[in-house]
């Protein structure tokens, strides 16, 4: 069971992506109620909710919408598809999630939502996107690379 889990085309993917809704959800928890409001119940329970609407707004919105763009786009095609696809998802994703986000918790200065949004925005970007090609996408692949060395599929 494990080796066919392990050498499933797709499950690197979500477990990149488990692993980005983790340290994000958790960074921006944090961020909104400080070291001394944070709780792990709050993010036990939020997690898998963020992880399914994560997993929903990649499959249905991001991941069309960036392949139609590469296909279409004479920029993109010039681009390394290894850095700009993940990118252009990364951006798209962390986009409508903080909408919905800033929106459900109102997270937001009052009468002030599209300012609220751009800085809530732009503070995960600048993690986010060096988190996964930095620290998660590298460790993830070694970790995987690891197993399947030890785990061959017969």
Known sequence: MLKRVIHHPETIGL????T???FMSNYNMLWR????NY???????IFP??????????????VPVVRLLHNKSQW??????DISF????????????MAISNYLTHNYIENHFFISYLINWSRSAIVAIPLFFFVVQPLIHRLFNWLKSHHKFQ
């Open 49 to 62: 909710v963020i992880f399914v609407a994560v997993y929903i707004v990649k499959k249905i919105f991001s």
């Open 15 to 18: 477990v990149i992506m488990a």
């Open 20 to 22: 980005m809704v983790f």
């Open 76 to 81: 993109l095609s010039n681009i390394s598809k």
């Open 33 to 36: 109620f400080g070291i001394y």
């Open 86 to 97: 993940p990118l252009l998802v990364i951006i798209f994703n962390s986009t409508i999630i």
């Open 39 to 45: 709780s792990v119940k709050k993010e036990l329970f």
